[in-house]
């Protein structure tokens, strides 16, 4: 059992941050394209949306699972607190990688806070379940 849940895991928010981003994107809460790496680097630039999405799945997938696996070293430590500080992490380290501001004054007015409390949701799945498995596999 223990050895598909990572993966069961990771399907899960793979799935919940894919259509959380293309909520995000339709209502205009965020000001970026969640498939703009497409144009950037020119992977799939004249493919359908539907790979488009797929891709950006699978890439979503693989961070889970390796987050996973991640936090699970970190049983020890106190779960709400590392995973805001690790959500608030990877959710402003994504904006600014996509967003590029020129300051910090730019960042601070661009950020998307639906964004950041989706990544932190979503941090906190992967931490809490890693962390409860690790413990239930060590008393065992």
Do not use: C
Request: glycine share 6%; charged share 15%; proline share 3%.
């Amino acid at each position: 059992m223990f050895k598909l849940l990572p993966f069961w895991t990771a399907g899960a928010v793979a799935l919940m941050l894919t259509a959380g981003l293309k909520f995000l994107h339709y209502f205009k809460f965020i000001k970026w394209n969640p498939t703009g790496w497409e144009k950037r680097y020119g992977i799939f630039a004249g493919g359908s949306w539907e790979a488009k999405w797929l891709l950006l799945f699978a890439a979503i997938f693989l961070v889970a699972l390796v987050s996973y696996y991640l936090f699970a070293l970190s049983w020890k430590w106190k779960v709400s607190i590392t995973a805001a500080v690790a959500g608030l992490l990877i959710a402003g380290l994504i904006e600014w990688l996509i967003v590029r501001p020129n300051g910090y004054d730019e960042f601070r007015k661009a950020i998307s806070i639906p964004f950041a409390a989706m990544i932190l949701v979503a941090t906190r799945f992967v931490m809490e379940t890693a962390v409860f498995h690790k413990k239930q596999q060590a008393d065992t």
